[in-house]
């Protein structure tokens, strides 16, 4: 059995006791940007019910473009209006550097990335680099609030790096 | 009191019940990519606990190169070998078209967006579609577990749509 079939088994038991649906814009108006890390549970962490708020995660937590094209559909179509931002500490892009990841992928495939893999040296630093690329985007409307936040992996506590309010 | 007090504050109390930390990789070895919906709570609808997975989330589930990006790093350096894909029904994706997302933000701001919206009309379609990108990319290497869903917001069942296994 995989762990994927395990996870189907575990959602019989939620399903079972599930009452939908609610509806599609986040009832709490806010949407969460965080790391893909396994350690950080978004929902349990912040305590956010189902149909509260958008959760989109990446590795790193970086605001990418594929983060901005999330946070315009979010802002301009489904009305959310905060924002949080959460890296962690102990993260995995703290583990390596640029160059070396685009090198062993081009010599293991032959073929170079095209994107940068966003490896970072500080989790405060890059906390306040994804707050400076949502603040000078074009597609992000000016959210009412914008605040970044490192999760320590050891304590369960969110620590604010930096906050801009409207 | 904005909602982001009120989730530092649930953070406060999940601190204080917190034990860590855990191990950096993955102790299950799966990534669930998703859309970030606020219906679809991953962790809850799959029983996933804390340590067990990665979860990378964006507008629609789509498998951009930032999903591939994560999946790169997910595989290559934090040795996760089981994909999940999880788009849902009812979703915002489903509401507008490419073009016209496009040319409204392009009114709104004077800049037409370099990256597509990624809406689509058949979640089951882009699924499919999300699992053809996995597969076609030379930077993630074969999962030995491939397997795409759709969430069903008025039942919390995963309904699957489609599997690959190596």
């Known amino acids: 059995m995989t762990v994927t079939d395990e996870y189907l088994q575990n959602n019989e038991s939620y399903a079972a006791g599930f009452s939908g649906p609610l509806p599609l814009p986040p009832s709490r108006h ?6 893909m890390d396994a350690r950080l549970d978004v929902s349990r962490a912040l305590g956010i019910a189902e149909g509260e708020a958008h959760v989109i995660r990446n590795a790193g937590g970086a605001v990418t473009d594929d983060v901005i094209r999330s946070l ?18 102990d993260c995995g892009m ?15 495939t032959g073929i170079r990335p095209q994107w940068a ?24 409307t000016e959210p009412t ?22």
Chains 1, 2 share one sequence.
């Not at 315009?72 to 500490?89: D, F, K």
Request: hydrophobic share 40%; charged share 30%; proline share 4%.
């Open 30 to 35: 806010i949407a969460v940007v965080a790391c």
């Open 117 to 140: 893999p966003e490896s970072f040296r500080d989790p405060e630093e890059d906390v306040r680099q994804s707050m400076r690329r949502i603040e000078v985007s074009p597609f992000v």
């Open 145 to 166: 609030s914008l605040r970044g936040f490192v999760f320590d992996v050891a304590t369960g506590r969110l620590n604010e790096v930096a906050r801009e309010s409207s």
């Open 72 to 89: 315009a559909i979010s802002r301009r179509l489904l009305g959310t209006e905060e924002i949080v931002l959460i890296h962690h500490t």
């Open 94 to 108: 703290l583990t390596f550097a640029d160059d070396e990841f685009t090198r062993a992928v081009e010599e293991d």
